[in-house]
Nanobody
Framework: QVQLVESGGGLVPPGGSLRLSCAAS???????MGWYRQAPGKQRELVAA???????VVVDSVKGRFTISRDHTRNTVDLQMNSLTPEDTATYYC???????WGQGTQVTVSS
């Protein structure tokens, strides 16, 4: 199965930006890919998805701030996050559709 590794998280002040990256062990070029997040005490939620043909969607709570993209040559999927707020604090994960095993995620903390 596909193995996924997320990176790029960190501690940023409100209004800051981060770029997360998802690297895959096998070819994910034919998969729709999603970025998810899970905040403490809350269920994991999908925040953005991108198809193999690079059509993309984001949820309303991050619309205009987050952009999902993929690089077929590098076999990666990125999430550019701008204008971050404390409500964006969560562990962020990527995954395939249909679902592959979950990686460890990468922690994003937005705090002053």
């Amino acid at each position: 199965q596909v193995q996924l590794v997320e990176s790029g998280g960190g501690l940023v002040p409100p209004g800051g930006s981060l770029r997360l990256s998802c690297a895959a062990s096998g070819d994910i070029g034919d998969y729709t890919m999603g970025w998810y997040r899970q905040a403490p005490g809350k269920q994991r939620e999908l925040v953005a998805a991108i198809s193999s043909g690079e059509s993309d969607v984001v949820v309303d709570s991050v619309k205009g701030r987050f952009t999902i993209s993929r690089d077929h040559t590098r076999n990666t999927v990125d999430l550019q996050m701008n204008s971050l707020t404390p409500e964006d604090t969560a562990t962020y994960y990527c995954n395939t559709f249909p679902e592959s095993p979950w990686g460890q995620g990468t922690q994003v903390t937005v705090s002053s």
